[in-house]
């Protein structure tokens, strides 16, 4: 069993910061690409940004030079920092990540989310 547990979520002003955490556990041997999703209400779940364990990130464009995702593979994390945040932000934000356990399986794991709301 893999499990991704998301935090921080929460209100906050158009223009403020927020920062996501997200922790796995489980019977992990390895953790490659992680990354972060959101769907907002009435809308599909889309990319915000992803990054491999070696680093290597990829943002949506919607997000870029706003949001940072960054993660810690001795802690099996994943964040992103959210920056000048927009109404358009609001959603329900997902944690992701494709792992392999302990017994070679590979697997692609879902947070069960937390929600971001940015008031104007």
């Known amino acids: 069993q893999v499990q991704l547990v998301e935090s921080g979520g929460g209100l906050v002003q158009a223009g403020g910061s927020l920062s996501l955490s997200c922790a796995a556990s489980g019977n992990i041997l390895s953790m490659n690409v992680m990354g972060w999703y959101r769907q907002a209400p009435g809308k599909q779940r889309e990319l915000v940004a992803t990054?491999?364990?070696?680093?290597?990130?990829n943002h949506a464009d919607s997000v870029k030079g706003r949001f940072t995702i960054s993660r810690d593979n001795a802690k099996n994390m994943v964040y992103l920092q959210m920056n000048s945040l927009k109404p358009e932000d609001t959603a329900v934000y997902y944690c992701?990540?494709?792992?392999?356990?302990?017994?070679?399986?590979?697997?692609?794991?879902w947070g069960q989310g937390t929600l971001v709301t940015v008031s104007s």
């Open positions: 990054i491999t364990n070696g680093g290597s990130k």
């Open positions: 992701n990540a494709r792992v392999v356990t302990d017994l070679l399986r590979p697997l692609e794991v």
